[in-house]
């Protein structure tokens, strides 16, 4: 008997929002599928469930059917990239490239203009393998990177020879895992090509169309959005950020603004904007008198087109999605859930594409929203003494001041209310996707979310301005609108800046955390980049190219929970070492250490380190320049006595005045040596007779392969460090130097290879590990007392 009555109360729970239960079930079945149990657990897992579903009744029977449907789905689009031919063909390889030709349909994947290389899909027919293999059919999609110049225009079946490769996995914390993001969108392998024909047109290509118009369409609202504001670049970007989505116009200081007050979802399409683009929609088909049915395939009309004009970025897809179940409940005359119309979202999400599950975007729209509908109603609750006339007084006897301030009320209640629940629903996805917490976001988003809902309002009345003839309103409009866009760059650099705006948070729980830290990343076309963390402090030597600095080396700190740096060394003034320098001055305002030769008076202007002495004065309290025998405390006992340069090494090549730094970190010392040359390795052996460490550091180039031999068993060195490019012969490692350590049993980490080198110093014990494909090899090194400091 109470077996029936929890199965009445089950039937009755999953009866009230069955969708949202047949997601939850799905979801299930999509992990149990990418996490890859073994059969017999999944077999054990069917039969238990089984047993179950033969009992069910109701919603329950539908449980079990779509918790393994939409597991077999993943399984199978998981299957289609991972086991395709081609990839499998590739891993065989030592290198897991090869030059090959291959023959297919193309698709652009992105918009580019001619200076960059676009990427596209192909969807492969034949391949041959090498310059002279023959054809053979094969088929899966492959990410093709066109020549530079060149741009896809016409439809139809081409041939590419190029290098077939598979994407390199990552080689530091934090840095994006592109093999997985393209093999969870169905990307056998990537292609770099160098020559491109077209063997026939196809005429009958729809996806090349429905481009045609979106592209079309776009460069008419960026036509029409910008006139008038020719003289206010940064309000224009802003604006068509909004619109469109086209946030690279606006550079890395405005969108850094809006992400750290918390509202970054404002600055680029997302389900904020397709929300408030159906409100104004609609609120204009009330106001000319449409019916509520017409008005409503209308509106969902509107926001799919809106996302298809926007390239059919996948934000705009899935709030168009949920905004058309939530509206299709009132064409059906049903009463519409929030939760539920989630759930079904979910679903015909999956169907779609089950790897959506995986994508952040995905779970914070959708998490944030169940928050919305979970919490802003007890939160509103807690409002209503504020938001509520009094009980007993007639509607009708309420004067107007009180109605208005009533209407007042409710809005900001409902708009804190809303702010604060989905504020909540997405601390955990922030804090475990991006290591971040932004509280003056329950504050900014307050203010500049009406902000923006009424900047998009002005854009759409410029459009519609626009599409009439009315030249002087649409500028009337887009003059208004660029105003706006002021106020919302310059509220979000306000909250912004607020002391504790945000933060980023180091979740790594270690038992035992070592006294010092030394962290060097791998950085491409021989950059440099390394972190130190001593007990009271926190160090940046160098920091990589602007580039490398987005891909890898400001991700890395996010993950290590850096909020500030104390200091900034720039060995030298190569781009690849300090190009970055001027956004990590963002980081706490640490202050600057470079040599006494640096900035070099001959270089130009455009060089970054003295576009940094225009921001921050030389021999200031904020930028001190050291030469040979200066100390540098770096926070605890740890300091770094300076080696290299004296005041009087004046060399006109920028490797030959790089600062060399001897860190002491008890118990052990580290050489960083930068890019020193040869000549600098010879200076260092003549003026350091006893010059000794553990760890010596390096970056490799054509003039520093010669000499670092004898630095090495004169310094007694343990392990080096070295940077590594196969692509370029003068930042390769010399198969001398490679022998030379293997015959001294001598640890040599190449970063290209194994990834960012990690040195866990304790006060007892030294531990070296390399960043491996995710995984850390650790490597003992016996631990000498370091000479007393003087």
Wanted: glycine share 8%; charged share 20%.
């Amino acid at each position: 008997m109470s077996g029936l009555l929890s199965q009445m109360n089950l039937n009755r729970i999953l009866g009230r929002r069955p969708f949202l239960f047949l997601a939850l079930a799905a979801g299930l079945g999509i992990v149990m599928a990418d996490s890859k149990l073994p059969s017999g657990w999944l077999t054990a897992l069917a039969v238990g469930a089984g047993l179950l579903w033969m009992r069910a009744h109701g919603w329950v029977v539908w449980l079990l059917p779509t918790l393994l449907v939409f597991h077999a789905w993943h399984e199978l689009s998981l299957s289609l990239a991972q086991e395709n031919p081609v990839r499998l063909r590739l891993l065989e390889l030592p290198e897991t490239k090869m030059f090959g030709s291959v023959r297919g349909a193309l698709l652009p994947l992105e918009v580019d203009s001619p200076s960059v290389r676009q990427r596209v899909a192909c969807e492969l027919t034949e391949i041959s393998w090498g310059a002279d293999g023959a054809y053979v059919p094969a088929k899966g999609r492959v990410v093709v990177l066109l020549p530079r110049g060149f741009l896809l225009e016409k439809p139809g079946h081409y041939e590419l020879t190029g290098l077939l490769f598979l994407p390199e996995p990552p080689r530091n914390p934090g840095e994006m895992d592109v093999p997985d993001y393209q093999l969870r969108h169905g990307f056998a392998a990537g292609m770099a090509v160098t020559r491109v024909q077209l063997l026939k047109v196809s005429h009958s290509s729809w996806q090349f169309t429905l481009r045609s118009w979106a592209e079309q369409s776009r460069a008419w609202i960026v036509r029409s959005l910008s006139a008038g504001l020719e003289d206010q670049p940064e309000e224009k970007a802003v604006l068509l950020a909004m619109a469109l989505g086209s946030s690279d116009a606006a550079g890395e200081r405005l969108e850094a603004a809006f992400r750290q007050s918390g509202t970054l979802h404002i600055f680029a399409v997302s389900g904020l904007h397709v929300a408030l683009l159906a409100g104004i929609f609609a609120l204009g088909l009330r106001l000319l008198g449409a019916g509520v049915g017409r008005a409503t395939w209308l509106l969902i009309a509107a926001v799919f087109f809106y996302a298809f004009i926007t390239g059919w970025l996948p934000s705009a897809v899935r709030a168009a999605i949920m905004i058309a179940v939530h509206l299709l409940a009132v064409v059906w005359n049903r009463k519409s859930d929030l939760q539920n119309s989630l759930g079904l979202a979910a679903l015909l999400i999956w169907l779609m594409d089950s790897q959506q599950l995986f994508h952040p975007g995905f779970q914070l729209s959708f998490l944030v929203l169940a928050a919305i509908a979970w919490f802003a109603p007890p939160l509103l609750s807690l409002t209503e003494p504020w938001t509520r006339a009094d009980p007993f007084l007639p509607p009708s006897l309420i004067p107007r001041l009180e109605k208005l301030r009533l209407m007042s009320c409710r809005f900001v209640a409902g708009l804190c209310c809303t702010s604060a629940a989905a504020w909540v629903g997405s601390l955990p996805l922030t804090l475990g996707h991006f290591r971040t917490m932004t509280p003056v976001g329950l504050l900014a988003n307050t203010v500049l979310v009406p902000a923006s809902a009424v900047s998009m309002g002005a854009s759409c009345l410029g459009l519609l301005s626009a599409g009439l003839g009315l030249e002087k309103v649409q500028i009337a409009m887009n003059r208004l609108n660029g105003h706006l866009a002021w106020g919302l760059i310059g509220g979000a650099e306000f909250f912004s800046k607020l002391p504790g705006a945000n933060f980023t948070l180091d979740l790594r729980f270690r038992r035992d955390p070592p006294l010092h830290e030394l962290q060097v990343l791998s950085l491409n076309e021989g950059g440099a980049a390394a972190f130190l963390r001593t007990p009271s402090a926190q160090w940046l030597i160098d920091c990589g190219s602007r580039s490398e600095w987005g891909r890898v080396v400001e991700p890395f700190l996010r993950q290590e929970g850096v909020n500030r740096l104390t200091g900034l060394v720039l060995t030298h003034g190569d781009s690849q070492h300090v190009g970055a320098a001027i956004a990590a001055l963002e980081l706490g305002r640490p202050r600057l250490h470079s040599s006494v030769l640096e900035p070099w008076p001959r270089d130009s202007n455009r060089v970054t380190l003295r576009q940094l002495a225009r921001q921050v004065p030389v021999d200031s309290a904020r930028w001190h320049r050291h030469h040979a025998g200066n100390r540098l405390e770096l926070g605890g006992k740890a300091w770094a006595e300076v080696l290299h340069p004296t005041e009087f090494d004046a060399e006109s090549r920028s490797d030959d005045r790089a600062l060399v730094l001897l860190l002491h970190l008890p118990p052990i010392r580290v050489l960083m040596l930068s890019d020193a040359g040869q000549g600098i390795l010879q200076k260092l052996q003549e003026r350091y007779p006893d010059l000794s460490c553990e760890v010596i550091v390096r970056g490799q180039n054509l003039t520093n392969s010669q000499g670092i031999e004898a630095l090495i068993t004169a310094t007694g060195a343990q392990a080096v460090i070295s940077s590594h490019d196969e692509r370029d012969v003068q930042e390769r490692i010399p198969e001398s130097l490679r022998e030379f350590c293997q015959l001294k049993k001598i640890r040599l980490v190449d970063l290209r290879q194994e990834g960012r080198a990690l040195l866990e110093i304790h006060a007892d014990r030294v531990q070296l590990s390399t960043y491996r494909e995710g995984k850390h090899m650790p490597i003992r090194l016996s631990a000498e007392a370091s000479s007393p400091s003087p």
